[in-house]
């Protein structure tokens, strides 16, 4: 018995370099916390859809991943409807896309069209529809910010333009990352597949490498901020001295209870039993005060 080994195709080109700054794949934890996101932004979706369009309609996630802006339209239908909205401080647009016939079709329901309507032709919108598209996806911009949250998204996208051809819609580089995620959509008695590119700039450095979101540069000074705004009790004492309970429970009028604190030395100055530094008897006019006179750092 003999096997017969093909050759294998010999390795040409250049390597190409690989930036750790800019993955080409997510991380677990990273792809399971914008699943959940995304997930709740498709229920909401679903909502605002059946509420808006006036027929039953339903959004389910099918797949997150990261992908170059070429490598994601590239694989788009060559007319579709494109929704480019603007997010704070990004050169990259957000992008909303869905098959042109499905907007046509929302359209129509909108303008109150039944929902046996049979599909009309492929085209683009005309003024009017892409008026009453625009005003959809604002509606489904702010259901995304809210399913990112503050910290992923801290204010929901604007609507800036409408595309109809993935290859010349711009809204990012060639080679700009995108964190995109597919849907399948249900209306009444049809289907499509629509997705949402979202700029990897704009979401990855907010998720850390465990998939915990990032807090933002100035958190500790507006924690130390807040901090140093809330009401403590401050107490100045003597030592305090351990006794057992039979003591208390016997304690009559009259009794003394030895305290192990020298005449001579200072109060102490404690918040919630953490005691702080000393201090000395004084007066702040009829007032008892206290006058620290050592305090005590603790890391």
């Not at 994601?72 to 957000?94: G, R, S």
């Not at 489904?140 to 996208?157: E, I, N, R």
């Not at 005449?263 to 007066?283: C, K, T």
Request: one cysteine or more.
């Amino acid at each position: 018995m003999t096997a017969t080994i093909a050759p294998t195709e010999p390795v040409s080109g250049e390597p190409v370099p690989y930036d750790f700054r800019r993955p080409t794949a997510l991380a677990r934890e990273q792809s399971r916390v914008l699943e959940v996101a995304f997930e709740t932004f498709a229920r909401q979706w679903g909502t605002q859809l059946t509420a808006k369009v006036r027929v039953r309609a339903a959004v389910q996630l099918d797949d997150v991943r990261l992908l170059t802006y070429d490598a994601w339209t590239a694989a788009l239908p060559t007319l579709t409807t494109m929704v480019l909205a603007e997010l704070p401080d990004q050169p990259a647009a957000a992008v909303v896309q869905v098959p042109t016939g499905a907007a046509l079709a929302w359209v129509g329901h909108m303008l109150g069209a039944p929902a046996e309507t049979a599909e009309a032709p492929e085209r683009e919108l005309t003024g009017i529809e892409q008026t009453l598209v625009r005003r959809l996806m604002a509606d489904t911009l702010v259901d995304l910010q809210y399913s990112m949250g503050p910290t992923l998204m801290p204010a929901p996208p604007v609507v800036q333009a409408l595309r109809f051809n993935a290859q010349f819609a711009q809204a990012a580089g060639p080679s700009e990352q995108m964190v995109v995620a597919t849907f399948t959509v249900t209306y009444g008695e049809r289907t499509c597949a629509a997705s949402l590119a979202l700029p990897a700039d704009a979401v990855l450095p907010l998720l850390g490498a465990d998939g915990a979101l990032a807090t933002d540069a100035d958190s500790a000074d507006r924690i130390t901020a807040a901090v140093l705004d809330v009401p403590v009790e401050v107490a100045v004492r003597l030592t305090p001295i351990g006794v057992l309970p039979r003591t208390i429970l016997d304690l009559r009028v009259g009794d003394v209870v030895p305290i192990p604190h020298a005449s001579d030395r200072p109060l102490e100055v404690a918040v919630d039993d953490q005691v702080l530094g000393s201090a000395a008897v004084g007066a702040s006019g009829s007032r008892l005060a206290c006058v620290v006179v050592t305090t005590k750092e603790k890391p």
